[in-house]
Structure formats: structure tokens, C-alpha cells
């Protein structure tokens, strides 16, 4: 009785904080209406209310002047006006699920308050909380403290309640589902009823279940570099979402979204959390994936993705090579390079008409001419300039030339008017053939013009290869097990790829830097925050030019050393210590996520026997079925099974993925299915989650989760090589609730140190490929 009657009472304040909303989105919207029709007053009327008077420079000041507060008062209009659209667009959300939490805390003072903790904060008439925003100093103490002292961070220092009650709550369309009061930060009982839910096409932000350990991410300030290595399915994805969300909320007089970007593993991806920030009421961040932002770069290169990488069957000598590329050592060598190459750049000739105008040995002639002081960038500024003035002494006589008095005798009368203003009369026809000689050459050379301040003089690809040519003279390579022979081929095989205008992933920081230490880096100071997700496919010469690239950014990278697919497998080891030496240990933190939340208990602890690191895996307790190792005899046989398995965890859930090694896989897997079910094939060109049943291939499924996984063939033929392990423990680790994993013939060597009784066994000669 007494458990509904306080039931009954929480009901109530829901419905009374619902009608406050209510109140709250009237006020608003009447608010917008003002601010609207101020705003398009000002614009109707912005140069009636505008003093112009140009006579004197006493006028011009008080016109400029005049303008300027116009326009700020524009701004103020228009940025009120976004504020309330925001405001009522998070009360909509609200009137669904006001809050989620409450908390009951003491001060030192003896003063008791009731806090409630939603999405975003609400003041009843007498400016009192009736919601707390879930980024407010008091949220913190729902998120890290048991019941009893608890201390917090407010802008004044330190603050310590007394928490006696904690209560969670499960609210849809404005009805309480489930209520718990729990001791721990989040009580399992919420997580339960939030983890048991189906999967989505899109991320869903989780500010009802932050973990105290991912609290720590989100509210973290101080550190210049936050690393945070998490296993599969532990939320580190989700808790940066909120830490950015957060950070916008603590730092909103200084910091807009436009000041923080996210390195994405891909546009699947992107797509995938798109929804987390506006969900909380803000606007996204800059979206990018590094294949973009390289890209964006690099001009007519176009660079080869990781999924191509990825798909490409590399000899046991390249990797050598590819573990040389990863690290910092080839970043470090551009400037010694350069100190001992700067009177040999590489240069082209500037041609105009088919034929040479200024020779590259003239541009070098030049170049040697510019002071020695100057650093490099600038004494290529400084040549751009002394090209463009030879450029307008060659204009002089090219001017003379049979060519373009043909073209002057060729004048349309429209093209006449267009080179000859109405009010510009001549002397005589010489004067008149001088000027029209003088324009048209004017115009032909304004592209070499634009050529030459984008320095199109400079040879970069040709100097790249140089540097590639040079690197035995400057790294051991026999130190990485690298032949001379195996580097001429590799450099051999560079200039084929730029003659087609390619350039391999690992080779584009390379190309970039030795770009920017000849043409001057262009840096972004303004960018404030800087994520990087799916660090562990990142290499460490890749983050250096990132942070380059970003100099006044903190740093947020997240993931999971133990799915690291695409570089090197000995590198797993070492790549945190790589990516902590980047930054000043003082500033630097790094945070260890090891309970995994998405898997049921029995996936998790089927996955933790692959992966073979159990240390750093905690499962949560949400029970389900045993994973189901399926074997089957054919391909055909394998195909049948996977029909029916897919049918029957479509009908019981909603998204099915069936996640292959590679692209061909997936499409004959697609092929041998799409006339029998309605089957959709996730590829490069198609990168959009559906529900229902999908076929993806390992690469793209990366940080996205699905009610069902069907694993495609880990027979010991696709998955034999134990730098394969990482990535048969990143499929595994997609599913929610049902893991089926099929194969045509032996199992692979890699589930063999899975206990038997971690999965159910189907089929007649079922077994796992031993090794030897």
C-alpha cells in the first residue's frame, strides 16, 4: 500500500511538471512569434534606421558605426530566437519523459531538497527546479555517489551533501513504467529494462544509465589528452556523445559546436550517432572521417580507404614495410630531408599556349635568389611573388605577339563591350589595339596567375618520391626487416599509384607533411575539442599530423586495443604507449572501461574466450540464450541455414546482421539469398542501416550493435591467421541478444580455446580445426 501511494505521488508530480511544461512552451512560443516579427521588422527597415551620410570621414565613422548596431541588434534578435526553437523543441521531447532520477540530499546547512534530473532544466513560476539538467554541478552526485556524503565540483569549489534517497525511473508518454530506489550509483534494475530493449538505426543517448566510471568522461575539464580504452559494448562511444553535450552546457558562453569535431571510423557510423546530441537538445558537432578530412587535403589525390586496404591480400615482406609507416619515424625525417635538399626542390615549367614560358630552371634560378634566413614556407612565398612579377614582364611582350592581334581583329561586338567600358574613349586605333592586346593577355594569364599563388609550380608528387628514394640514406630499413630491393619495388609501386592520381592510406600524413613543411601548414586554432573514436585503427604518425593539424585542441580518443583490424597485429601492445608519449603525462588521463553492457552475459563471456584477455572484460549480469556454433557440410548447406536462422531471428527481433570477413563474401552471401527474403546489402556506396535483415562486411559494422549477429563462414579457410583474432572478437562482439555463428566445414583454430560449454554445438560433424 505504501509503495502505491508513493507510486501515486511521483505519478502526480509528473503530471504537475507535464502541465508546468505546458505553461513553459506557451510562454515560448508566444516569445518566438515577438522575436520573429522583430527580426523581419529590422530587415524591412535595416537601411531606413541606418544614418548614411559619406561626405566627410567624421560621417563615414558615424555611418559605420550606425550599421554595426543594427546588425548587432539583428544578431541578438535572431540568436533569442534559435534559443527559444531549441528550448521548446527539448520540452517536446520532455513532455514524453520529464526526468528520470531523483535524489533527496541535506547541504551542511540543514537544508533538504528534492532533486529531479532530466534532459535539460525546468523553473516552475517561483524560478524554483523542478528538473535539474543532467549537466548540472548537483547531477553529478546521482552519477558517482552512494547514498550518504557525497561531494561535488560547483564553480565556487567543493560542495558536500548528505544523499539519503535514490530513485530511478522509467517515464513514457508521461507515465512512470518502473520505479526502483537503489544504493548504487545506477541500479541494475534500470539498466535491465534500458540494456533488454531492442537495437535502433540510430545511437540513443543514455543519460538515465551513466556509470560513475563514465562520468568521469564526460565531465572531465583539465586533461589535454583523455584516453579511454574500453571493451566492446561498454558505452565509451556513448559516453564521449554526453561528454560533448556536456561540454557545451559547461563551457556555453565560450564554445559552439562548430568548435568541436569527431573523427568517425565512417559514414555508417556518422549516420548511427547523429541523433545522441540532438536527442539532448543541442545542435551536432563537426562530423568527419579521416578518409575525409585527408581527402579534403589533397586536391586531384584521390587515397585509398581502409576498407580497400583491408581487402587487399598483402604479402608477409610488406608488412614490414606498412608496421615502418605506422610509426612516427618517416614524420620525424621530412625536416632532416629537407635541410639537406632545399637547393633541389623539385619544380615544373609554367606553360601557356603548349609551349614553355617560365622553365623550371629559371624557377630554381629564382628560388636560390631568396633570402637564406627566411624559413622555407616563406621563401616559397617570396618565389610566388618573383613569378608573378616575371610573369607581368612576360606579359608585355607576349602582348605583341601575332596571336593575340588575331584575336583583337576577332572581336565579337559583345566580347568588344565586355573588354571596353562605355566611358573610355581612344586616341586612335594604335592606342585603342594596345589596350585590347593588353586586356586579353590580362584575362589568358589570370588562370597562371591563380596557379602560381596555389604554388602549381612546385612538383609535389615528384618530391614526395624523391623523399621515398632518399629514406635508405636516412632510416635503417633493415632494422624493420626491409630489404633495399623490397623498398625500390614499394617506391616503384608509389609512382604507378600517382601517375593514376592514387595515394595509399599510409602514405598520406607522409605526403601532407612534406607538403606543409615546403607550402606552410595550414593550421585550425579555433577548433576547441578534438574526438577521436576507434583509435586503435589510427597509426601513430596519423594522430602526430592530427594534433599538428589542431594545435590549441584538447583531446578525447576512445577504443578497444582488442579491436584493432586493420594495422598491424604486433602493434597492439605498444599503441597505447605511442599515443600517451604524444602529449604531456601531467595532462594526459586515461580512463579504462571493462564492463560491457550491450551483450548478454553468455555472448560476452563467449567473446572474452576468443579474445583470450578476460583481465580487461567484466560481463554484465543480463542473461540470454548460448551463442550457436552452426557447421554445415557445403556452402548450399551453409546458405539453408543461415535462410532459416535469419527468418527466425528477424520474426523475434529487429535488426539482423549478417556480418562477413570482406565485400566478396558479403555480395555472394547476397546473391544466394535476396530472391528467397527481403535482404539488404551495406557496402561502400551504401552506407545506411535498415531494420530487418543486413549483410555487412566486418570493417563497417565497427562501433555499431544489432539485436542479432549471424557470423558468415569462420571456418578455418577465412579465418586461420592469428592476426585474425581481433577481428573475429569484433564481429562476435556486435550482438545484443543472439549470436549464431555458421561455418563451411572446421570451425576456425581461433575458437579453440572456447569452452564447450560457452555455446551450443549444431551439426552432424561438428568440430574445430586443430592446429598442426
Same mark, same amino acid.
Given at each position: 500500500?505504501?509503495?502505491?501511494?508513493?507510486?501515486?505521488?511521483?505519478?502526480?508530480?509528473?503530471?504537475?511538471?507535464?502541465?508546468?511544461? %505546458?505553461?513553459?512552451?506557451? =510562454?515560448?512560443?508566444?516569445?518566438?512569434?515577438?522575436?520573429?516579427?522583430?527580426?523581419?521588422?529590422?530587415?524591412?527597415?535595416?537601411?531606413?534606421?541606418?544614418?548614411?551620410?559619406?561626405?566627410?570621414?567624421?560621417?563615414?565613422?558615424?555611418?559605420?558605426?550606425?550599421?554595426?548596431?543594427?546588425?548587432?541588434?539583428?544578431?541578438?534578435?535572431?540568436?533569442?530566437?534559435?534559443?527559444?526553437? +531549441? /528550448?521548446?523543441?527539448?520540452?517536446?521531447?520532455?513532455? *514524453?519523459?520529464?526526468?528520470?532520477?531523483?535524489?533527496?540530499?541535506?547541504?551542511?546547512?540543514?537544508?533538504?531538497?528534492?532533486?529531479?534530473?532530466?534532459?535539460?532544466?525546468?523553473?516552475?513560476?517561483?524560478?524554483?527546479?523542478?528538473?535539474?539538467?543532467?549537466?548540472?554541478?548537483?547531477?553529478?552526485?546521482?552519477?558517482?555517489?552512494? &547514498? #550518504?556524503?557525497?561531494?561535488?565540483?560547483?564553480?565556487? #569549489?567543493?560542495?558536500?551533501?548528505?544523499?539519503?534517497?535514490?530513485?530511478?525511473?522509467?517515464?513514457?508518454?508521461?507515465?512512470?513504467?518502473?520505479?526502483?530506489?537503489?544504493?548504487?550509483?545506477?541500479?541494475?534494475?534500470?539498466?535491465?529494462?534500458?540494456?533488454?530493449?531492442?537495437?535502433?538505426?540510430?545511437?540513443?543517448?543514455?543519460?538515465?544509465?551513466?556509470?560513475?566510471?563514465?562520468?568521469?568522461?564526460?565531465?572531465?575539464?583539465?586533461?589535454?589528452?583523455?584516453?579511454?580504452?574500453?571493451?566492446?559494448?561498454?558505452?565509451?562511444?556513448?559516453?564521449?556523445?554526453?561528454?560533448?553535450?556536456?561540454?557545451?552546457?559547461?563551457?556555453?558562453?565560450?564554445?559552439?559546436?562548430?568548435?568541436?569535431?569527431?573523427?568517425?571510423?565512417?559514414?555508417?557510423?556518422?549516420?548511427?550517432?547523429? *541523433?545522441?546530441?540532438?536527442?539532448?537538445?543541442?545542435? *551536432?558537432?563537426?562530423?568527419?572521417?579521416?578518409?575525409?578530412?585527408?581527402?579534403?587535403?589533397?586536391?586531384? !589525390?584521390?587515397?585509398?580507404?581502409?576498407?580497400?586496404?583491408?581487402?587487399?591480400?598483402?604479402?608477409?615482406?610488406?608488412?614490414?614495410?606498412?608496421?615502418?609507416?605506422?610509426?612516427?619515424?618517416?614524420?620525424?625525417?621530412?625536416?632532416?630531408?629537407?635541410?639537406?635538399?632545399? /637547393? /633541389?626542390?623539385?619544380?615544373?615549367?609554367?606553360?601557356? =599556349?603548349?609551349?614553355?614560358?617560365?622553365?623550371?630552371?629559371?624557377?630554381?634560378?629564382?628560388?636560390?635568389?631568396?633570402?637564406?634566413?627566411?624559413?622555407?614556407?616563406?621563401?616559397?612565398?617570396?618565389?610566388?611573388?618573383?613569378?608573378?612579377?616575371?610573369?607581368? @614582364?612576360?606579359?608585355?611582350?607576349?602582348?605583341?605577339?601575332?596571336?593575340?592581334?588575331?584575336?583583337?581583329?576577332? !572581336?565579337?561586338?559583345?566580347?568588344?563591350?565586355?573588354?571596353?567600358? %562605355?566611358?573610355?574613349?581612344?586616341?586612335?586605333?594604335?592606342?585603342?589595339?594596345?589596350?585590347?592586346?593588353? &586586356?586579353?593577355?590580362?584575362?589568358?594569364?589570370?588562370?597562371?596567375?591563380?596557379?602560381?599563388?596555389?604554388?602549381?609550380?612546385?612538383?609535389? +608528387?615528384?618530391?614526395?618520391?624523391?623523399?621515398?628514394?632518399?629514406?635508405?640514406?636516412?632510416?635503417?630499413?633493415?632494422?624493420?626487416?626491409?630489404?633495399?630491393?623490397?623498398?625500390?619495388?614499394?617506391?616503384?609501386?608509389?609512382?604507378?599509384?600517382?601517375?593514376?592520381?592514387?595515394?595509399?592510406?599510409?602514405?598520406?600524413?607522409?605526403?601532407?607533411?612534406?607538403?606543409?613543411?615546403?607550402?606552410? +601548414?595550414?593550421?585550425?586554432?579555433?577548433?576547441?575539442?578534438?574526438?577521436?573514436?576507434?583509435?586503435?585503427?589510427?597509426?601513430?604518425?596519423?594522430?602526430?599530423?592530427?594534433?599538428?593539424?589542431?594545435?590549441?585542441?584538447?583531446?578525447?580518443?576512445?577504443?578497444?586495443?582488442?579491436?584493432?583490424?586493420?594495422?598491424?597485429?604486433?602493434?597492439?601492445?605498444?599503441?597505447?604507449?605511442?599515443? !600517451?608519449?604524444?602529449?604531456?603525462?601531467?595532462?594526459?588521463?586515461?580512463?579504462?572501461?571493462?564492463?560491457?553492457?550491450?551483450?548478454?552475459?553468455?555472448?560476452?563471456?563467449?567473446?572474452?574466450?576468443?579474445?583470450?584477455?578476460?583481465?580487461?572484460? @567484466?560481463?554484465?549480469?543480463?542473461?540470454?540464450?548460448?551463442?550457436?556454433?552452426?557447421?554445415?557440410?557445403?556452402?548450399?548447406?551453409?546458405?539453408?541455414?543461415?535462410?532459416?536462422?535469419?527468418?527466425?531471428?528477424?520474426?523475434?527481433?529487429?535488426?539482423?546482421?549478417?556480418?562477413?570477413?570482406?565485400?566478396?563474401?558479403?555480395?555472394?552471401?547476397?546473391?544466394?539469398?535476396?530472391?528467397?527474403?527481403?535482404?539488404?546489402?551495406?557496402?561502400?556506396? *551504401?552506407?545506411?542501416?535498415?531494420?530487418?535483415?543486413?549483410?555487412?562486411?566486418?570493417?563497417?559494422?565497427?562501433?555499431?550493435?544489432?539485436?542479432?549477429?549471424?557470423?558468415?563462414?569462420?571456418?578455418?579457410?577465412?579465418?586461420?591467421?592469428?592476426?585474425?583474432?581481433?577481428?573475429?572478437?569484433?564481429?562476435?562482439?556486435?550482438?545484443?541478444? /543472439?549470436?549464431? @555463428?555458421?561455418?563451411? #566445414?572446421?570451425?576456425?583454430?581461433?575458437? %579453440?580455446?572456447?569452452?564447450?560449454? =560457452?555455446?551450443?554445438?549444431?551439426?552432424?560433424?561438428?568440430?574445430?580445426?586443430?592446429?598442426?
Amino acid at each position: 500500500m505504501g509503495e502505491s501511494l508513493e507510486w501515486q505521488k511521483e505519478q502526480a508530480r509528473v503530471d504537475q511538471t507535464i502541465e508546468q511544461i %505546458g505553461h513553459e512552451e506557451d =510562454r515560448l512560443k508566444t516569445s518566438v512569434e515577438s522575436v520573429k516579427g522583430e527580426a523581419s521588422v529590422i530587415r524591412e527597415n535595416f537601411w531606413e534606421d541606418v544614418r548614411v551620410n559619406l561626405s566627410e570621414p567624421d560621417d563615414v565613422e558615424e555611418t559605420t558605426i550606425s550599421i554595426r548596431q543594427q546588425e548587432m541588434f539583428l544578431r541578438e534578435r535572431e540568436r533569442s530566437y534559435k534559443h527559444s526553437e +531549441k /528550448q521548446l523543441a527539448v520540452f517536446d521531447k520532455m513532455k *514524453n519523459s520529464p526526468y528520470f532520477a531523483r535524489i533527496d540530499v541535506e547541504d551542511e546547512e540543514g537544508e533538504r531538497e528534492q532533486v529531479y534530473i532530466g534532459i535539460s532544466s525546468l523553473l516552475d513560476e517561483e524560478d524554483q527546479f523542478l528538473i535539474y539538467d543532467w549537466r548540472a554541478p548537483i547531477s553529478s552526485v546521482y552519477y558517482d555517489g552512494q &547514498k #550518504g556524503l557525497s561531494t561535488y565540483d560547483t564553480p565556487d #569549489g567543493q560542495l558536500t551533501v548528505n544523499v539519503s534517497l535514490k530513485r530511478q525511473f522509467l517515464i513514457k508518454k508521461a507515465i512512470i513504467e518502473a520505479m526502483f530506489d537503489t544504493n548504487e550509483a545506477i541500479g541494475d534494475e534500470m539498466l535491465q529494462e534500458v540494456l533488454g530493449s531492442g537495437s535502433n538505426l540510430q545511437m540513443k543517448n543514455i543519460v538515465a544509465t551513466i556509470q560513475q566510471e563514465q562520468n568521469q568522461i564526460i565531465r572531465d575539464t583539465r586533461s589535454t589528452l583523455l584516453f579511454v580504452q574500453g571493451a566492446a559494448g561498454s558505452g565509451k562511444t556513448s559516453a564521449v556523445l554526453q561528454r560533448i553535450a556536456y561540454l557545451l552546457y559547461r563551457f556555453r558562453e565560450g564554445v559552439d559546436e562548430t568548435q568541436m569535431i569527431i573523427f568517425s571510423p565512417n559514414r555508417l557510423f556518422n549516420h548511427y550517432i547523429s *541523433n545522441v546530441l540532438p536527442e539532448l537538445g543541442e545542435k *551536432n558537432m563537426v562530423q568527419s572521417t579521416f578518409q575525409d578530412f585527408v581527402d579534403a587535403r589533397l586536391g586531384d !589525390l584521390r587515397v585509398e580507404t581502409l576498407f580497400e586496404q583491408f581487402e587487399k591480400k598483402e604479402s608477409a615482406g610488406r608488412q614490414g614495410i606498412r608496421r615502418l609507416k605506422e610509426q612516427q619515424v618517416l614524420l620525424k625525417q621530412i625536416p632532416i630531408y629537407l635541410s639537406k635538399v632545399q /637547393q /633541389q626542390l623539385q619544380f615544373r615549367d609554367i606553360r601557356f =599556349r603548349g609551349e614553355v614560358l617560365i622553365a623550371k630552371e629559371r624557377i630554381r634560378e629564382l628560388f636560390k635568389k631568396q633570402p637564406d634566413h627566411l624559413k622555407l614556407p616563406e621563401r616559397m612565398k617570396a618565389l610566388s611573388k618573383a613569378l608573378r612579377e616575371e610573369l607581368y @614582364v612576360i606579359a608585355q611582350s607576349e602582348a605583341k605577339k601575332d596571336w593575340v592581334t588575331d584575336a583583337v581583329e576577332l !572581336l565579337s561586338e559583345e566580347e568588344y563591350r565586355m573588354l571596353v567600358p %562605355g566611358h573610355l574613349e581612344f586616341q586612335g586605333f594604335d592606342e585603342e589595339a594596345d589596350y585590347l592586346a593588353k &586586356k586579353i593577355i590580362r584575362l589568358k594569364f589570370r588562370r597562371m596567375h591563380q596557379q602560381i599563388d596555389k604554388y602549381g609550380f612546385f612538383h609535389q +608528387k615528384q618530391q614526395f618520391v624523391h623523399f621515398m628514394q632518399s629514406l635508405p640514406q636516412l632510416v635503417d630499413l633493415t632494422a624493420y626487416g626491409i630489404s633495399e630491393e623490397e623498398w625500390r619495388q614499394e617506391v616503384k609501386q608509389l609512382v604507378k599509384r600517382l601517375n593514376k592520381k592514387q595515394l595509399s592510406q599510409e602514405d598520406a600524413v607522409f605526403y601532407l607533411e612534406l607538403q606543409d613543411q615546403i607550402l606552410g +601548414k595550414h593550421v585550425n586554432r579555433a577548433m576547441r575539442f578534438v574526438f577521436i573514436d576507434e583509435i586503435q585503427d589510427y597509426t601513430p604518425a596519423q594522430i602526430l599530423y592530427i594534433q599538428s593539424v589542431f594545435p590549441s585542441s584538447r583531446f578525447t580518443m576512445l577504443g578497444d586495443l582488442n579491436q584493432a583490424i586493420f594495422q598491424a597485429a604486433d602493434r597492439k601492445g605498444s599503441l597505447l604507449t605511442e599515443m !600517451l608519449a604524444l602529449f604531456p603525462s601531467e595532462k594526459t588521463k586515461l580512463i579504462e572501461l571493462k564492463k560491457s553492457y550491450r551483450s548478454t552475459y553468455e555472448i560476452t563471456e563467449f567473446t572474452r574466450e576468443i579474445i583470450q584477455d578476460k583481465d580487461r572484460i @567484466v560481463p554484465f549480469e543480463r542473461r540470454g540464450a548460448l551463442p550457436e556454433m552452426m557447421q554445415s557440410s557445403s556452402y548450399v548447406q551453409m546458405m539453408e541455414q543461415i535462410l532459416e536462422k535469419a527468418e527466425e531471428l528477424r520474426q523475434k527481433n529487429g535488426m539482423v546482421a549478417i556480418i562477413g570477413k570482406d565485400q566478396e563474401a558479403c555480395e555472394n552471401c547476397y546473391l544466394s539469398l535476396y530472391k528467397k527474403m527481403d535482404v539488404k546489402l551495406i557496402h561502400l556506396e *551504401n552506407q545506411k542501416l535498415s531494420d530487418g535483415v543486413m549483410i555487412i562486411p566486418s570493417y563497417l559494422a565497427k562501433g555499431l550493435e544489432f539485436d542479432s549477429v549471424i557470423v558468415l563462414d569462420a571456418s578455418d579457410e577465412t579465418y586461420h591467421s592469428e592476426s585474425e583474432r581481433t577481428l573475429v572478437y569484433t564481429i562476435c562482439s556486435r550482438a545484443m541478444h /543472439q549470436l549464431v @555463428v555458421t561455418s563451411n #566445414g572446421a570451425f576456425s583454430r581461433l575458437f %579453440g580455446q572456447v569452452d564447450s560449454g =560457452r555455446f551450443t554445438a549444431v551439426g552432424d560433424e561438428w568440430r574445430i580445426h586443430e592446429e598442426g
